[in-house]
């Protein structure tokens, strides 16, 4: 089975990090000490699997919401004997079980990020194929009650290949706009969705550059960040904000596999990058770009010839904490621009592949795809806590 959920990782860009590529810590100096974070230590407070699915391809990438009150969403996927349904699980911040919910929808379901809307109710996004073949799906929608979990309404939409529902929001005229993406033409769509469900309009994503879109993502403002390899673009509303090419100065093949927000609002893009004359040694990189699509800064982190970043998250300005990887496990660092510490004490788990990171208060939520004792797919989720 671990074979297979490598196999998976390759195919979606979801793999992780030996756990004894370590980068030692700058010296002191002058009789000085080491900043806190340089030797930061975290273990965590929890850790607890949800879904069981036959399929990794089924997994989205981003299987946690933070909502506003501290409670968790989780969307995970749940082998039912022939398919695939959606199972979506609310927690608190320590991981008390509030509701789990099963939703099924035709064939197999894909499962996307949840969102909450104004009113404090759920909007569950992701796919439902519309036959037994996954050659062609439609972008799943549906909204729930947030107390119960109890469905009110749920929607199809699209057919253009493989549709799938990535992430949302709900805008001030209570409308929702959700994000398609296409994965076999390489293009994204926004989908304007009315308050009782019912489609409103579709705004096509094309660029001459075909980028190939890999995550999504709201911003603090409501702009919808795409990003895909070479690519990264903004929206408000459905209108375009920029585009722009994501270009790395000494490194000329990249593949994007996550996006953050900054403190100061700005945009960091993460993933893996080699030279063409050597894919075999690769590199973790990053990339910022302020709201105008302009690159700020980039970074280059090698902790093993094969690294990569798969998520990132800002802590405080300028200091991040990431998951880097090669194809056996996962680890997890901090990054202060300059100088990277491994920062989780626990063994990782090999096979495992960490997919998102997400701070919330003094909580760290580090996500992963693993495997159940049945060899079925899961999101193991970890919970550290951490001070500032």
């Given at each position: 089975?671990?074979k ?111 969102f909450?809307?104004?009113a ?7 796919g439902?194929?519309?036959n037994s ?96 390899d ?33 403190s ?31 690159k ?93």
């Amino acid at each position: 089975m671990k074979k297979q959920i490598i196999y998976w990782s390759l195919f979606l860009g979801v793999v992780a990090c030996k756990k004894n590529q370590t980068t030692t810590p700058p010296p002191t100096t002058g009789g000085s000490t080491l900043p806190a974070y340089a030797t930061e230590q975290l273990t965590p407070q929890y850790e607890t699997d949800y879904g069981s699915g036959s399929d990794f391809a089924h997994m989205g990438s981003n299987p946690v919401t933070v909502l506003s009150s501290g409670n968790l969403i989780i969307s995970s996927v749940q082998f039912d004997g022939s398919k695939d349904k959606l199972l979506i699980t609310k927690t608190n911040a320590n991981g008390g079980l509030l509701w789990q919910k099963t939703i099924t929808k035709g064939f197999n379901l894909f499962s996307g990020q949840a969102f909450e809307t104004n009113a404090g109710e759920i909007i569950v996004v992701g796919g439902s194929e519309v036959n037994s073949n996954i050659t062609s799906s439609n972008v799943f929608i549906a909204k729930l009650n947030s107390t119960t979990g109890d469905t009110i309404w749920t929607k199809c939409y699209g057919h253009q290949y493989i549709d799938k529902g990535i992430i949302g929001y709900e805008a001030a005229d209570n409308t929702y706009w959700i994000v398609n993406f296409w994965n076999q033409n390489n293009k994204a769509a926004l989908l304007h969705i009315g308050a009782n469900g019912d489609s409103l309009t579709t705004i096509v994503n094309t660029e001459t550059s075909f980028p190939i879109y890999r995550d999504a993502m709201i911003s603090s403002t409501k702009k919808t960040i795409l990003v895909g390899d070479y690519y990264i673009s903004s929206y408000t509303n459905g209108v375009k904000d920029f585009s722009s090419a994501i270009l790395l100065d000494s490194l000329n093949t990249m593949r994007v596999n996550d996006v953050c927000e900054t403190s100061d609002g700005a945009y960091v893009v993460s993933g893996e990058a080699y030279k063409s004359t050597n894919s075999a040694i690769r590199y973790g990189f990053l990339v910022k770009v302020n709201t105008s699509g302009v690159k700020v800064w980039e970074r280059i982190i090698k902790v093993s010839s094969s690294s990569q970043i798969y998520s990132c998250v800002e802590k405080t300005p300028d200091l991040f904490y990431l998951s880097i990887g090669d194809y056996n496990a996962t680890q997890l660092y901090n990054f202060d621009l300059n100088t990277i510490h491994v920062v989780n004490s626990a063994t990782p788990l090999p096979g495992a592949t960490d997919t998102q990171l997400n701070i919330k208060n003094n909580l760290l939520y580090r996500s992963e795809f693993g495997y159940n004792s049945s060899s079925y797919f899961t999101i193991k989720l970890k919970a550290y806590p951490i001070t500032f």
